[in-house]
């Protein structure tokens, strides 16, 4: 059964893991936090990151709003080097909530004041922005689209939890997939934001796979058919298409990914 995190000191913590039978090295030197990263060509001042979780609190078109704004200041202010801006959807189809963040031609130069925000905050806070990092997380929302489920295949655990919102009912074996035709149209939209997102200054992109998210389920379409399922060649094939077409477009830019552990 899980347990909840109630430790009220370190002593407690380590005595729990060693009644347990696990060693945990526990360290009260926190100096490495404070140490320069390299992240590709990015030279990052500190280990310290804003991790990308979603604020659900943009505009219905995808802007962001002043919860987001003033969020945003906040992050920049605290002092981490590594601003790891949050999901923002490729595409109206792709957002999972409509508060989500949408980096289209209509949201591009709000977002840039928010990103811009970040930075001046930072400024105002550290004297400098020297070695911050900041980005956003591009997604495609997959079968968890708010407005109608885009599966890249089936799933016998997933299906059954998966609702078409058009008809109020669970989906089974004859909803169809995305095919492989919506696939290459999905690999241009996330080209076309990777193009926004280095007009707007974001210092890197993050394609995100991960969370059972499109690309996340796509490195599991062990039976989809055609070009985007099967192989690990073919289930990899759209992630690494999108990265090869970014680099080869916008060299400057620098590409990250999250991914779960145990996919593909």
């Known amino acids: ?24 090295p526990v360290s009260s030197d926190f100096s490495v936090l404070f140490e320069p990263v390299r992240i590709g060509s990015l030279t990052v001042g500190n280990r310290l990151c804003i991790q990308p979780m979603e604020g659900c609190d943009g505009t219905l078109d995808g802007a962001p709003d002043e919860l987001t704004y003033r969020r945003y200041r ?27 963040l949408w980096l ?28 911050l990092a900041v980005g956003l997380q591009l997604t495609h929302s997959g079968r968890f689209s708010y407005r109608r489920p ?16 058009s008809t109020g009912r669970v989906i089974d074996e004859s909803f169809p997939l995305l095919t492989d035709d919506d ?11 990777a193009r926004l997102a280095a007009r707007i200054g974001c210092d890197f992109v993050d394609i995100k796979q ?16 055609g070009e985007y399922g099967g192989s690990l060649e073919n289930r990899s094939r759209l992630v690494r298409n999108v990265v090869g077409r970014i680099r080869a477009e916008l060299p400057a830019l620098t590409i990250v990914t999250r991914m779960n552990v145990h996919d593909g």
């Open 74 to 100: 906040r992050f920049g202010a605290g002092g981490a080097k590594l601003i790891w801006g949050e999901a923002t959807a490729i595409d109206e189809a792709a957002r999972m909530n409509p508060r989500q």
């Open 183 to 193: 696939l290459k149209r999905i690999e241009d939209q996330y080209l076309a934001a």
């Open 150 to 165: 885009l599966l890249a295949t089936h799933d016998p655990i997933l299906d059954p939890l998966t609702i078409d919102k």
């Open 210 to 225: 991960c969370h059972r998210y499109l690309l996340s389920e796509l490195l599991a379409s062990k039976n989809r058919p």
């Open 1 to 24: 059964m899980a347990r909840y995190f109630k430790y009220k000191s370190t002593d407690e913590l380590v005595a729990e893991a060693t009644a347990l039978g696990s060693s945990l």
């Open 104 to 131: 289209h031609d209509g949201t591009a130069s709000a977002l840039e004041d928010m990103l811009n925000g970040c930075r001046q905050a930072h400024r105002e806070s550290l004297g400098s922005e020297a070695g």
